[in-house]
């Protein structure tokens, strides 16, 4: 997986954000639920973009590296 291919999922998903998310709420959750690699990203690589809106972009690229680690195995 590549960072474009999981950015354009999630900007296909995104649409369907409850209204009092934030876009990195959202970005967690969606990670999490499709890959569960959210959490990895949060507390081993220490991005965090549930509370910071600012890290999408970093937690994005992140989690590509943790599914592909999990994809290989």
Not at 57 to 63: G, L, P, R, V
Request: a negative charge.
């Amino acid at each position: 997986m590549t960072y474009e291919e999981l950015k354009s999922e999630i900007d296909k998903a995104i649409v369907n954000k409850p209204k009092e998310w934030r876009n990195g709420q959202f970005v967690f959750n969606y990670i999490d639920a499709q890959y569960q690699v959210a959490r990895c990203v949060q507390f081993v690589s220490h991005i965090d973009c549930f509370y910071l809106d600012d890290n999408i972009d970093d937690f994005i690229k992140e989690s590509v590296e943790w599914i592909n680690k999990f994809q290989k195995k």
